[in-house]
Nanobody
Framework: QVQLVESGGGLVQTGGSLRLSCAAS????????MGWFRQAPGKDRDFVAA????????YYVDSVKGRFTISRDNAKNTVYLQMNSLKPEDTAVYYCALTGSTYYSSVYVDPMKYNYWGQGTQVTVSS
């Protein structure tokens, strides 16, 4: 059974930085593409960033391009989301997710492509 555990959330001022981590266990982590999503109060869960199984391909929602960086360390079964220049509108619960896809260079925006989800970590950006 795959388990994903996020960490690294917290309270930060506008313009600050946080690095989220997502540790995976119970599966062959390096075989699957992964992603980060976020959900603000009263809103749907939205795509943030995705990374291919190799780490060679990444994709971001326009609102975080140039500020967020997704990466992965397959040796540590961990995916990261480095968030810089944070804004109040980035406030949300952030979730990591793992797809069922083993295509080498594919990334996915659709949450329906993801089979496993973490419990989420809260990120709050104060103005």
């Amino acid at each position: 059974q795959v388990q994903l555990v996020e960490s690294g959330g917290g309270l930060v001022q506008t313009g600050g930085s946080l690095r989220l981590s997502c540790a995976a266990s119970g599966g062959t982590f390096s075989s699957y593409a992964m992603g980060w999503f976020r959900q603000a109060p009263g809103k749907d869960r939205d795509f943030v960033a995705a990374i291919s199984r190799s780490g060679g391909v990444t994709y971001y929602v326009d609102s975080v391009k140039g500020r967020f960086t997704i990466s992965r360390d397959n040796a540590k079964n961990t995916v990261y989301l480095q968030m810089n220049s944070l804004k109040p509108e980035d406030t949300a619960v952030y979730y990591c997710a793992l797809t069922g896809s083993t295509y080498y260079s594919s990334v996915y925006v659709d949450p329906m492509k993801y089979n496993y989800w973490g419990q989420g970590t809260q990120v709050t950006v104060s103005s």
